[in-house]
């Protein structure tokens, strides 16, 4: 569907060689195939290595290996894992601001911490934001929040209790603005 809507491979992106690595050894013959190519593109998001429109880490491989490595190998957990997943935040993204869902909105809301107005004229929030326009961090009462880091200082956080455990279930996410 992304693809009938006019979007590309995230690994395609012509920006793709500052996030990722193509693992030659891994891809034998394959490195030529055009679903790897890099692609003139207008990047107006941040990389997503969890978009639907990446691929799998191991895809094309002639070996069992990884054929994909992100430069920031602690992001790999991130990674697509096949189909199925559905779209991401950046995906809908995309797809709102390519088509202008949203032009149509008269006094749209000031969206903040990365969110965007949709095509209900209300904005959507990228995953652990919400409020009329994203102001709130989800979390449980009493564990989690936003902590603001100004230039030249330093923050310590300590989560309510420490160093008790908090029970099984508990959302304790922090958000830091720097």
């Not at 559905?86 to 809908?92: E, I, L, R």
Request: hydrophobic fraction near 30%; charge should be negative; proline fraction near 4%.
């Amino acid at each position: 569907m992304l693809h009938a809507a006019g979007i590309e491979h995230e690994h395609s992106r012509s920006d793709r060689d500052d996030y990722i690595r193509l693992v030659k050894e891994n891809l034998g013959n394959n490195i030529n195939d055009i679903n790897l190519a890099k692609e003139d593109t207008f990047v107006r998001n941040p990389y997503d290595y969890e978009s639907v429109m990446h691929y799998h880490l191991k895809e094309f491989t002639i070996n069992g290996k990884q054929t994909i490595e992100f430069k920031d190998r602690d992001l790999e957990f991130l990674a697509a894992t096949g189909a199925g997943e559905g779209m991401d935040f950046y995906d809908v993204k995309d797809v709102v601001v390519n088509y202008q869902c949203a032009a149509h909105c008269k006094n749209p809301p000031k969206c903040i911490n990365g969110g965007f107005v949709n095509h209900n004229c209300v904005c959507y929030c990228p995953r652990g934001y919400t409020g009329k326009t994203c102001e709130t961090v989800i979390t449980d009462d009493g564990c989690g929040g936003m902590v603001h880091v100004f230039p030249g200082s330093d923050v310590f956080v300590i989560s309510p209790g420490y160093p008790v455990s908090y029970p099984l279930g508990i959302n304790c996410r922090w958000s830091v603005k720097v």
